[in-house]
Nanobody, 115 residues
Framework: QVQLVESGGGLAQPGGSLKLSCAAS????????MGWYRQAPGKQRELVAR???????NYTDSVKGRFTISRDNAKNTVVLQMNSLKPEDTAAYSC?????????WGQGTQVTVSS
């Protein structure tokens, strides 16, 4: 059973930065993609950023140029660096990974952007 442990998040002012980290453990097989989803109150969950084992990245349009996702394959960790934060980035962020076509999720961490 793969477990994901997240850290980071919290409160930031508009224009500020936050970093989310996530570490996966317990996988007996290779982890393919890792990334982050978010869900704001009253809104659908959306994929924020995703990175494959080969380093291919995808971002939702609203965070392109502001967020950067990276991973350490040896440690099975993924980091989301969030810069130039906006109030609309406020949401619960959840780390995910997939291994052998099974999705695993972290417990979620709150990001609040407010002055």
């Amino acid at each position: 059973q793969v477990q994901l442990v997240e850290s980071g998040g919290g409160l930031a002012q508009p224009g500020g930065s936050l970093k989310l980290s996530c570490a996966a453990s317990g996988s007996r097989f290779s982890i393919n993609a890792m990334g982050w989803y978010r869900q704001a109150p009253g809104k659908q969950r959306e994929l924020v950023a995703r990175i494959t084992g080969g380093g291919v990245t995808n971002y939702t349009d609203s965070v392109k140029g502001r967020f950067t996702i990276s991973r350490d394959n040896a440690k099975n960790t993924v980091v989301l660096q969030m810069n130039s934060l906006k109030p609309e980035d406020t949401a619960a962020y959840s780390c995910f990974c997939d291994s052998l076509f099974v999705m695993y999720w972290g417990q979620g961490t709150q990001v609040t952007v407010s002055s």
